[in-house]
């Protein structure tokens, strides 16, 4: 299909491709295809006896060259995320380097005569058959790893972009503008991609509010999904525009188009800080502590929702209290002062944490999620919750309850947390709920007349309100946020937070459109946390609103 993909001299022909917008804005650039399986079949070849010891030392040579690669990238990692992340392409490189696998893959060149593609797909191949096996949920895991450090052995024996195939053009080179295409873009694959060249994705799967699509927002890069086939369809190097407003993917796109969006794209890097405006308090969501400082550059009024999973997921386990402490800690020196809102763990459905054993479920989204796993492990809660309450001393610290579904599991989970604190120092610390679960909006006022303030999920929220799985792009079409029976029942949580006069904010996706800015203020909502780059965009359209309304009132 790769040579009989969209490539060549066409520029300006311009086929449009129609798809779901899941990350705003626009951008043109060269495809560079993501390609997972890009060495499952290897074509076999017999090696003459007078060119093994040269085989062999090419075999060598790329497991030098892989050890290399993964030490750069546990390097970046380290300097850019933290240490604990970093600590997954040290455990790769160790087994690049074991011993006793390359010995395997050396015997059988010599032996049984393979070549070292062969050789090493081979061994590899039955070890991650091997530990795939296992009894043991966390060994289970490292299968991947092993997956993962044979695609970089292969990737330098056929010099091929770890991660990138490109055929030809080498457009996939490092230092260059692309659209990454793939059929599917995980959170944890974001990680390994050279994101500063990133200009788009466009991916098969994928719907608007998975947690992928929520990465591709926090780096402001435009997203389009919801293209079948797209990974097969389009060749390395082909000049594409994404329309992540529009959901359109256009290749060959018209030259005049093009020219327009580089303007845009350099208005775009020219905008600046906007500071809060009156009638709306605009904080930010964080999904590492790193984040913060953007936050505060933007002028965030504090982190209104700090998804503490993706601490987890990106150092491919499970913290320990210091490590924690010393990823929140950060997060509320960072912000002065200012709020912060530390989520508790939202493990489960599509966020996965090697060593937090989650056995296969039918339905994962109504399964072993949130509060409801919180409340099974304990001493994961109760190392978070140590972690959290000594952060508080620093600032102002509030604990998000993620899932929450009724007044009795909240405070299960709140004396659990509060147990666990003990006698450790810490400031005042606030108790509040997510309003995800549609339950917990029916049992608003008696929640937070319990609780300390509430939060508003739309993402999770309009999931299960419509029964539409927020991670599938076949049913993204009917997301429709103006649906009036979301609108009714974020009126009845507004409403129950008035009456017991608890504070109440958004932190789901939704608070961070725009076009719903004068919605969101009329539904009687006064705070919101959005993603960094939104920041200034959401003031902007939430100045317009207070302004119109004023206007309007004048005029009556
Ligand atoms: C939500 O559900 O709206 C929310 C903010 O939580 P998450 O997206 O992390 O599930
Ligand atoms: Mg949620």
């Known amino acids: 299909m790769q040579g009989e993909g969209h490539n060549g001299d066409r520029s300006g022909t311009g086929i449009r491709l129609k798809g779901i917008a899941i990350s705003p804005g626009i951008a043109v650039a060269r495809v560079c295809l993501f390609n997972d399986s890009r060495h499952n079949v290897i074509t076999p070849s017999l090696v003459d006896d007078g060119d ?247 002028a965030a009024e504090g982190i209104g929702l700090y998804r503490t999973e993706f601490e987890f997921m990106a150092a491919g386990r499970v913290l320990s209290e210091e490590e924690q402490f010393g990823r929140y800690v950060s997060v509320v020196k960072a912000m002065n002062g200012k709020p912060v809102y530390i989520r508790l763990l939202d493990v489960g459905a599509d966020k996965q944490v090697p060593g937090v054993v989650i056995a296969q479920e039918a339905n994962p989204a109504l399964g072993f999620r949130g509060a409801r796993l919180l409340l099974q492990r304990p001493d994961l809660l109760t190392a978070q919750a140590r972690a959290i309450a000594r952060a508080s001393v620093f600032g102002p610290v509030q604990v998000t309850y993620p899932m929450i579904a009724d007044v009795e599991q909240f405070l299960a989970l709140k004396r659990v947390f509060e ?35 509430g939060s508003i999920g739309t993402n999770d929220l309009f999931q299960y309100l419509m029964a539409l799985d927020r991670n599938n792009e076949m049913v993204s079409r009917d997301f429709r946020p103006d649906h009036p029976a979301f609108w009714t029942i974020l009126r009845q949580v507004v409403a129950a937070a008035g009456a017991v006069e608890k504070p109440l904010s958004m932190c789901g996706e939704l608070a961070g459109w725009p076009q719903y800015a004068g919605r969101i203020l009329q539904a009687g909502i006064r705070s919101v946390s959005v993603s960094t780059r939104l920041i200034p965009a959401v003031r902007k359209a939430a100045q317009a609103a207070v302004t119109d309304h004023k206007g309007d009132a004048a005029r009556e």
């Open 419 to 453: 147990d666990a604190v003990g006698r450790v120092r810490s400031g005042e610390l606030r108790h509040g709920v997510m309003f995800e679960v549609p339950a917990a909006c029916v049992e608003a006022r008696a929640l937070l007349a319990v609780a300390d303030f």
């Open 52 to 298: 093994v010891e040269h085989q062999v030392g090419r075999l060598m040579d790329a497991i030098r060259t892989a050890a290399a690669r993964l030490e750069e990238l546990r390097g970046k990692v380290e300097r850019e995320i933290g240490a604990a992340e970093a600590e997954i392409f040290a455990a790769q490189k160790m087994m690049v380097q074991d011993p006793g696998i390359q010995k395997k893959m050396v015997d059988s060149i010599r032996r049984d005569k393979m070549g070292p593609e062969m050789a090493a797909m081979r061994v590899l191949d039955a070890y991650e058959a091997r530990i795939s096996a296992l009894d043991n949920a966390y060994l289970r895991e490292r299968a991947t790893d092993i997956g993962e450090i044979k695609r970089r052995i292969l990737d330098v024996l056929s010099e091929t972009r770890p991660g990138l195939q490109c055929e030809g053009s080498g457009h996939c080179s490092r230092g260059r503008e692309r659209v990454v295409v793939s059929a599917e873009l995980t959170p944890s694959l974001t990680i390994d991609l050279d994101t500063a060249h990133v200009r788009g994705f466009v991916t098969e799967h994928g719907g608007v509010t998975s947690h992928a699509a929520i990465l591709a927002r926090a780096l402001g890069i435009p997203a389009v999904s919801g293209i079948p086939g797209v990974a097969g369809m389009i060749a390395c190097g082909t000049e594409v525009l994404v329309d992540g407003d529009a959901g359109e993917v256009v290749i060959w796109p018209e030259p005049a188009r093009v020219e327009r969006v580089r303007c845009r794209e350099a208005a775009a890097r020219r905008e600046t800080v906007m500071a809060p405006v009156p009638g709306l308090r605009v904080m930010a969501n964080i999904s590492i502590a790193s984040e913060a400082a953007d936050a505060e550059s933007m």
